[in-house]
């Protein structure tokens, strides 16, 4: 069974930048299409940014585009978040998802069937 635990998260100043990672515990995550979601207090939880099984093909929210990179790194088993020039918007506890039975950078939650517990990122001066 596939576990997944975030860390990385944190307080920071606008402006300021966080790596998040994920990692995967028992087994290599090759065979997983990943991605980053995030939810604030009352909502469901939204894309922020997703990677193909191959990692050739992500996807960002139109939010984070050009200041959150998503990555993968098979030796480690870990998936990575960098996010630069946060915003107060960004505010949220983000989690990671792994889905072993579709290979495209894939947006929907309901598709995900393992999550991690989720990391809290809070912009704030």
């Known amino acids: 069974q596939l576990r997944l635990v975030e860390s990385g998260g944190g307080l920071v100043q606008p402006g300021g930048s966080l790596r998040l990672s994920c990692t995967a515990s028992?087994?290599?995550?090759?065979?997983?299409?990943l991605g980053w979601f995030r939810q604030t207090p009352g909502k469901g939880r939204d894309v922020v940014s997703s990677i193909s099984m191959s990692g050739l093909s992500t996807h960002y929210a139109d939010s984070v585009k050009g200041r959150f990179t998503i990555s993968r790194d098979s030796a480690k088993k870990t998936l990575y978040l960098q996010m630069d020039n946060l915003k107060y918007e960004d505010t949220a506890m983000y989690y990671c998802?792994?889905?072993?039975?579709?290979?495209?950078?894939?947006?929907?939650?309901?598709?995900?069937?393992?999550w991690g517990q989720g990391t809290q990122v809070t912009v704030s001066s």
């Open positions: 998802a792994a889905s072993d039975d579709r290979i495209g950078a894939l947006i929907l939650p309901e598709l995900y069937p393992y």
């Open positions: 028992g087994v290599t995550l090759d065979d997983y299409a």
